[in-house]
């Protein structure tokens, strides 16, 4: 979370708008490819909600930080399902 929130400050202009959203591990074909189901399986139980993240909630957020940008510069939103 500390990298986007720093990154998108880093690059942020008085002419643009920069938002970042920091994910977590979000159930995706790419995420899965390469991983034992051991592996996922421990990553899903160390978030404090229990399981991965999916893309509609991650799309839902950068939509609304999106439509929401001229209230919000070089901020970092996490939808990490609690991940620290």
């Given amino acids: ?3 986007v929130t720093g990154a998108s400050r880093g690059i942020e202009r008085p002419i643009a708008e ?5 994910p977590g591990p979000v159930d995706t074909e790419m995420f899965g490819s390469g991983q034992s189901e051991k592996r996922i399986t421990q990553t899903a139980a160390a978030a404090p909600v229990g399981r991965l993240g999916t893309v509609d909630p991650v799309a839902l957020v950068a ?4 439509s929401a940008s001229g209230r919000a510069n070089g901020q970092g939103i996490s939808t990490s399902g609690g991940i620290a």
């Fill in 18 to 22: 920069v938002l970042g959203v920091a």
């Fill in 1 to 3: 979370m500390a990298i």
């Fill in 63 to 66: 939509v609304l930080a999106f």
